[in-house]
């Protein structure tokens, strides 16, 4: 087969530290070529070279049997070499149409032809089965419908070697079949893909090979045939995979609870959000809330954290530790008083200071346990933050390094450390392991739940990622368009049946079910 991309020997440090060396990778027209590794491995800073972002220190790159080296992404784009970058690059308050034509806008005769490059960015949003408004401003869209304008921008270029680094972390079920669906038309087309993911399921599901990237030495390239789940993890990691996960089977019920909510319901104008949410939290448990994007976990996340944007009005009753709370005069601040800490599914907006250090982010709202008076206790500080570090394994381990230099895992796992180090009474997740890898995953699930065990914590574990669910949370709800239609324990479900709850497909969840309980009576 035709190898489209040839790397040979790239080799990259920023600042005397070498983050990749002497790597060889090359993707094959008509491939998805998976690229993995945990976080920080290289994964986006390889790509990036290639693109023209960075600046490799050595090395060759052929494409279609040319020798090139790209000044920047403009003279990758030129010569069809494309990108989904993993941190968005979208202008909040351009248009749908302008963001995917940027710096190209269509024109004729020095104007801009706006009804063409409409067209034209809705016949690109068509080919990957999205139906955005051309229109519409970029900030107004939800997460996962930003990550779609970002592919389509990519696929404007007609590219003929289509990078992609983590498309999927945003995407729902339905979304992310689109997304396939695209990725093999593409692979049909005999374009050369590279396929940077964490979900490892993904790799099974349409890679014809991979190539496993560990701190910047290539470990190897394989065909996907030649792999299991559990080989892939221990390239990956260079550990041996602990055969199954601990998970309590039993369920205690929590002597108090930390959160109520009675009859909870949002509306934004005439759209209801979510309606007749009933759901407790205790003192020391956590609640997943298993469902799609877009079911309206965020929204009801955002409203226990008095974090939805004014034009909602809200209903129902909360209570938060025994005291009734009211929920048109709460707000964020006023909510991190009480205890409420909330993890964003959007951590570029929300979760973290790009441009500040790891120890600036972190001290952030833990303001209260460095501080005496208004002055800040720097040893203190930097205990705290030590500690932090240690809990969610971030890599490189320095509190003074500025977060926009941190891979994309790593500022997820800055986001999440934040908060834990807040010490906050109740937690609220929305998609907290997003981009982070699989060993790193599950040291931040043993962190939370230590401060679950020890401290009381409450958890509310908002994801749609039902493996996290599953392993993560003591009980589960399933929420499904605006509704909780399912309360379940993670011992008594399978991951399988969940699924069927969350597309709100009862019929097979039950089939499922009964299928399960006919199994473990043979056992
Ligand atoms: N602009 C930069 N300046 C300095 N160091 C950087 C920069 N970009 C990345 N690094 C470092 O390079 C290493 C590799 O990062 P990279 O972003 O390629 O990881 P990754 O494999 O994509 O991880 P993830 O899965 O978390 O996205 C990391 O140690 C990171 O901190
Ligand atoms: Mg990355």
């Not at 000044?71 to 963001?99: C, D, I």
């Not at 070697?161 to 498309?167: G, S």
Request: glycine share 10%.
């Amino acid at each position: 087969m035709d190898e489209v991309v040839k790397m040979t020997n790239i080799s990259k440090s920023f600042g005397g530290v070498q983050v990749l060396y002497d790597v060889n990778f090359d993707v094959r027209a008509g491939e998805v070529h998976a690229l993995l590794g945990e976080n920080g491995a290289g994964k986006s800073v390889l790509m990036k070279t290639l693109m023209g972002v960075h600046r490799p220190d050595s090395g060759d790159y052929v494409i279609s049997g040319k020798k090139v080296r790209f000044n920047n992404p403009t003279e990758a784009q030129r010569n069809r070499v494309s990108m989904v970058y993993q941190e968005f690059g979208l202008v909040k308050y351009l248009t749908v149409a302008e963001n995917i034509f940027m710096g190209r806008l269509p024109s004729r005769r020095g104007m801009i032809r706006w009804g063409y490059t409409r067209q034209r960015a809705a016949e690109v949003l068509k080919s990957l089965g999205s139906d955005i408004p051309p229109a519409t401003v970029v900030g107004d869209l939800k997460v996962a419908d930003q990550q779609e304008v970002e592919i389509a921008r990519a696929l404007s270029y007609d590219p003929v070697v289509f990078v992609m680094d983590e498309p999927s972390a945003a995407l729902s079920y339905d979304e992310i079949g689109h997304l396939y669906e695209l990725v093999n038309t593409l692979r049909d087309q005999g374009v050369a893909i590279v396929y940077i993911t964490h979900k490892l399921n993904e790799v099974f599901d349409i890679a014809n090979r991979c190539t496993v990237i560990r701190d910047g030495h290539i470990e190897g390239t394989y065909d996907i045939s030649e792999l299991d789940l559990s080989m892939l993890v221990e390239k990956m990691t260079g550990k041996q995979v602990s055969a199954q996960i601990v998970r309590e089977d039993t369920y205690k019920k929590p002597k108090a609870n930390i959160i109520e909510l009675h009859g909870l319901e949002a509306r934004e104008r005439d759209k209801e959000i979510y309606s007749g949410v009933n759901l407790r939290v205790g003192k020391g448990e956590i609640v997943g809330v298993a469902g799609q994007i877009g079911a309206g976990k965020t929204e009801l996340g955002k409203t226990i954290f008095g974090a939805l944007p004014k034009t909602f009005t809200i209903k129902g009753e909360m209570i938060f530790d025994g005291e009734g709370i009211d929920l048109k005069k709460l707000s964020p601040s006023s909510a991190k008083k009480m205890g409420i800490g909330f993890v964003t599914e959007d951590r570029q907006a929300e979760g973290i200071v790009a441009e500040q250090s790891v120890l600036f982010n972190t001290i952030l709202p833990a303001f209260h346990r460095v501080t005496r008076g208004f002055v800040i206790i720097g040893r203190m500080a930097r205990d705290l933050v030590r500690g932090v570090i240690k809990d969610v394994a971030l890599r490189p381990p320095e509190p003074n390094r500025l977060v926009k230099f941190l891979s994309g895992g790593n500022q997820q796992k800055v986001v999440i450390g934040k908060w834990l180090a807040a010490e906050s009474r109740l937690l609220i997740l929305d998609e907290p392991t997003r981009g982070v890898d699989v060993g790193a995953r599950e040291e931040i699930y043993e962190v939370i739940r230590q401060q679950v065990r020890e401290k009381g914590l409450g958890v509310l574990l908002l994801s749609s990622d039902l493996r996290e669910i599953m392993i993560a949370a003591n009980r589960i709800l399933v929420m499904r368009l605006g509704k909780i239609t399912h309360e379940l324990l993670p011992h008594q479900t399978s991951e399988r049946q969940l699924l069927h709850f969350v597309l709100g497909e009862e019929a097979e969840a039950e089939a499922e079910a009964k299928a399960e309980a006919k199994e473990s009576k043979k056992k």
